[in-house]
């Protein structure tokens, strides 16, 4: 009897603590807590990172050891990006400008006033920190951390420092600067220049030399040399007229070229009241893409250090450059992508490639390349790696020898479209190894994926292709990615033992798997579980999904973040990807009525199995009946395990919050087809929605659904041709295709809507001409006479990519057609709204949902509208207290009457030929 007491007290009190949790709103959001930016120390021992609104408003830096048995913590922050780590010291400075040095380990503080900021370079086993005085911001110390000797140097305007150099650029009398060399270990300084202002100074550690600028001159000085010597100048015969030298960017890796760029102006082209314009057909760029092109012209260019000669390797704007990335390559040319100028269907419209020279400047067109996206150039710059989609094979392209192989026509699977994890904004038209490729040291292989596994080519077409992860993703339905950034930064050893990220399809697990390049056999398990590390390229999910392991830069350790839907993201030591010590510890959903979510499958209209998410609460009562809204946007599924920090809605409902408030919350995934795309958001929602109402705890006669951007889009496509939701909120979307196809883009560049239309997102794979029917199937506002369910639209006046006037088109079909209709229109933001727009349109879109969903009374602004003249942030808020509701439109007896007969009419076919 006892026993029964005490579960019985148990379960009350699990459920009181339950009910007692608050529901998430505005002060939530303000209050919400999230991690920033981890830095981990050189030898892996410490690491610090911010806590944001710790306190409130504010944000706490934590210092800590990996193991988790030391920490210091300073509250309200440090001056940013004044933190640095020694071997034995945490360096900050305060907001106060004092700086600190706190002996790790120990609550030990050292504090150096009125010094605003500080530098730190090891030098042959010794770390030197760089930090101006307290009396005098041009006297700078430098001070060895090991033997704690110090020098100060006077007068130092501006300085550089690397390797065992510092540079200091220091007064002199008048206008006049000088330039001097202190070397750190022998304590020598040389004055190697003097004049007026140098400016712009780079430094090559490597290969002991130095650039800068003076007005419009380029001095070079190679370290040893008795001064520095002037390159270029104004008058350089290398330069063209209307062109001047700009801003210097890099020396090359091999240190015998710099980087620079060539600067002009055009003038800009105003549309002139009283003058025509002339529009052509033949024009390459529309007259209002021309008059929107920038003004300012910049170009890339190097100095060749040998004879000084000015190269103009860019001759137009929108020219895209590849170096080799390894160090020991020679930098004598780049991979140039000249990319379209003009539409795709155009003749002008391709891709084009080629080399260019970076000793003459001399190109080498590359037409083989034509119209290809994919290519790549090798780290040593010994191929050219591409895609070709007509053939659907990789090729490697020998750079010296100019020979072409195909290194993939024996490997079935390898050149399939990316259908499994592209969830990209177009038709996916290239596989999944044309996102991402890894090469060995040498370029002796290339690393590539195919839609699960990934492969080991030879560039020659010596060796057998290899698998090297065995087949095993696409066996058990797992994608792999590289799982370390620094993979595709540079190059693998060939023996490496690659740390391989995985996800899987099946229950939406994510963690790491390791394979040793060279030996056969299955990769090996080192941690999966139903969470969040890093999903790689994944699109359009919530949440912060993306965190690349940071590693310690002289030992294998590294940071990573965690998440699961129910836990909020915190970072992790680890040294082998199997397990992990936790080092942050936020948890700010424990405060809150917070979500649950749930993986579903079930069968679309078209036969198709689809998953989806279904959000619950975590005060969930399967003996209740609860609303749903349906909210998609492409795939979703994939987003099972992430955490999503709560915030305003800016076009998109906020999950957390609509939850937090008794509200379920679905999302499924849509698949589309070309052509169709609206078809395909049809049978995905609408047999999502069919398969909810079979639940016991869904109240099938209150569902809703709610979209932004393309999400607004199939909302506005779903009410016009289903009765089967009570209610649906469209921000920021489309109605016409028709008329979206042809107008101009609304972002600013003035160019035609058309390409977007036919291969972007819409998806609709051909012109108006070749597909109308599709056009007009796809598009709304032909079926505006079918709406029945509530529709609450949103949409800001400066959108520069769903038009403004189309969705006007929309909402006054709707007003015509006398359907019940709202539009929140705000002015100030751009495809989603910030700030006081947000707030407003999450309260308003709230209200909505809580009438038509939950029975609360409307509000005023919903039954009576809100007169411009009484436009204000509080405007209608109020909630009704007589028991009205939404009543009918403005249509006459008889209008309304002619609207009934259109909505029961048969089919009309119209014949285009």
Known sequence: MMRFFLIMVMIFCVNYVFAQKPVIDSIAYKQWTELDGPTISKNGQYVYYNIKNVPVGSKTLVVQSIGGKWKKEFKGGLKDGQQLFSD???LFVTKNDSLGMLMLGTDHIQYIPNTSWCNLKEIKGAEYLLYPT???SKDLVLKNLKTSKERVFNDVDSWDFDDDILILIKSKQGTRQSINLANITTGKISDIWEGDKPENLILDAKHKQLAFKTGDSVWYYKFGSKSAICISGKNSSDIEQGLHLGYLDSFSKDGKFLFTSLLGKREAINSKNGIVEIWSYTDVQLQAEQENALTDQKYLAV????????IRLQQQQGEWFQFSKSGD??????????????????????????LVSLENGQKKTLDFLDNISFVKLSPCGTYIIYFDRIKKNYFSYEIATERIRNLTKDISGITDIDTKWDNGAGMSTLPRGAVGAVWTKNDESILLYDQYDIWELDPLNVRTPVNITNGYGKKNGLIFHFGLKEYEELFVDKNETLILNCF?????????????LGESGDPRLLNMGPYVFDLVNAGYLPGEISFSPRKAKNVNVYVVKKMSASNAPNYYSTNDFESFTQLSHLNSEKEYNWYRTELHSWKSLDGTILQGILYKPENFDPNKKYPVIFHYYQRKSDGLNCYIKPDLSKGNMDIPTFVSHSYLVFSPDIYYKEGSPMQGTYDAVVSAANYLATLPFINSKKMGIQGNSFGGVQTNYLVTHTNLFAAAESSSGLADFVSSYSSLSDGGTGSSEQGFHETGQPRMG????????????????????????????MHTKKDGIAGYQNIIEFFTGLRRM???????????????VRGKEADDFSIRMMQFFDHYLKDKPAPLWMLDGVVAKDRSWKAGLELDTKGRTPGPGLLTTEEQKKVDSIMIREPITIRLN
């Open 303 to 310: 100095i060749n250090l040998e004879n000084r000669h000015v």
């Open 504 to 516: 899987d399809l099946k229950n939406k697990d994510n963690g790491y798997y390791k394979k040793k």
């Open 766 to 793: 051909g012109s108006l001409w070749a597909r109308p029917e599709a056009y007009i199937k796809n598009s709304s506002i032909f079926q505006v006479h079918k709406v029945t369910t509530p529709l609450l639209l």
């Open 818 to 832: 006398g359907k019940r209709a709202w539009m929140l229109v705000y002015s100030e933001g751009n495809h989603g």
């Open 88 to 90: 034995k010291y945490f």
């Open 134 to 136: 307290s009396h005098n």
């Open 329 to 354: 390559a020679k930098e004598t040319f780049a991979l140039i992508e000249n990319a379209r100028i003009g539409e795709s269907w155009s003749v002008t419209g391709k891709f084009t490639w080629g």
